[in-house]
T-cell receptor, first 117, second 115 residues
Framework: AQSVSQHNHHVILSEAASLELGCNYS??????LFWYVQYPGQHLQLLLK??????LVKGIKGFEAEFIKSKFSFNLRKPSVQWSDTAEYFC???????????????FGTGTRLLVSP | KAGVTQTPRYLIKTRGQQVTLSCSPI?????VSWYQQTPGQGLQFLFE???????NKGNFPGRFSGRQFSNSRSEMNVSTLELGDSALYLC??????????????FGSGTQLSVL
C-alpha cells in the first residue's frame, strides 16, 4: 500500500530563512505527488503538484518541490520564508485502486511550520 | 461560486453517542471524499461517494459510514463514539471523473470532540 512519510513534525524558522520540508513515499509505480497547505483557521488548499515532466515544480507563493525518483522523495522548498507562511504542510501521493482505477489521496502526517518575525 | 460547506463547525459528544456530519460540495461537483485529521496521524481517507454510491473506502471500522444524496450533498455518521474519534473531519469535493489530474476542494471541516 502507498504511504507517505514526513519526518519533520515541527519546524521553527526566522523570517528570510530558507525552508526545506522532507517528503518520502513508498510506491514502485507511476506516482502523482502533491503538497497541500493549511493556514491557521483556513481550509486545506493545493500548493503544488507533480504529474510528469520537469521534476522541479513551481507552486504558489514562491514554493517549489523537486521530484527525485531514485530517492522516492518530493521535498518542498522556499528560499526565503515569511511570517505568513506559518501553516501546516501536507505531502500527498495518489493511490490508484487497481480493480477500479479510481484514486484516493494518501497524506503524510503533516509538518507544522512556525515562522517568527 | 460557493466553496465546500461543512456543518456543524464544532461538535461535542460523549462516548457511546452517535454523530452525523454534513457536507455540501461545490455546485456541479459529484464526488465527495471524507478525511479524518488528527495530530500525528495527518489526514486519513475515510471514503468517497460519487452519484450516491460509495466508490472508494479507507481502513476505518464499520462505525464510520456515509451516504450521498441526489443533490450530491453527503453525510458522514459515526456510531458508538470513542475518545479516539476526536478529530477534524474534512470533506473534499471534486467533479468526479476520477482522473489523476482532478483537483480536490476542501471544506473547513467539523471539529469533533468526544468526552
Amino acid at each position: 500500500a502507498q504511504s507517505v512519510s514526513q519526518h519533520n513534525h515541527h519546524v521553527i524558522l526566522s523570517e528570510a530563512a530558507s525552508l526545506e520540508l522532507g517528503c518520502n513515499y513508498s510506491y514502485g509505480g507511476t506516482v502523482n505527488l502533491f503538497w497541500y497547505v493549511q493556514y491557521p483557521g483556513q481550509h486545506l488548499q493545493l500548493l503544488l503538484k507533480y504529474f510528469s515532466g520537469d521534476p522541479l515544480v513551481k507552486g504558489i507563493k514562491g514554493f517549489e518541490a523537486e521530484f527525485i525518483k531514485s530517492k522516492f522523495s518530493f521535498n518542498l522548498r522556499k528560499p526565503s520564508v515569511q511570517w505568513s507562511d506559518t501553516a501546516e504542510y501536507f505531502c500527498a501521493v495518489n493511490a490508484v485502486r487497481v480493480n477500479t482505477g479510481f484514486q484516493k489521496l494518501v497524506f503524510g502526517t503533516g509538518t507544522r511550520l512556525l515562522v517568527s518575525p | 461560486k460557493a466553496g465546500v460547506t461543512q456543518t456543524p463547525r464544532y461538535l461535542i459528544k460523549t462516548r457511546g453517542q452517535q454523530v452525523t456530519l454534513s457536507c455540501s460540495p461545490i455546485s456541479g461537483h459529484r464526488s465527495v471524499s471524507w478525511y479524518q485529521q488528527t495530530p500525528g496521524q495527518g489526514l486519513q481517507f475515510l471514503f468517497e461517494y460519487f452519484s450516491e454510491t460509495q466508490r472508494n473506502k479507507g481502513n476505518f471500522p464499520g462505525r464510520f459510514s456515509g451516504r450521498q444524496f441526489s443533490n450530491s450533498r453527503s453525510e458522514m455518521n459515526v456510531s458508538t463514539l470513542e475518545l479516539g474519534d476526536s478529530a477534524l473531519y474534512l470533506c473534499a469535493s471534486s467533479i468526479g471523473t476520477g482522473r489523476i489530474n482532478e483537483k480536490l476542494f476542501f471544506g473547513s471541516g467539523t471539529q469533533l470532540s468526544v468526552l
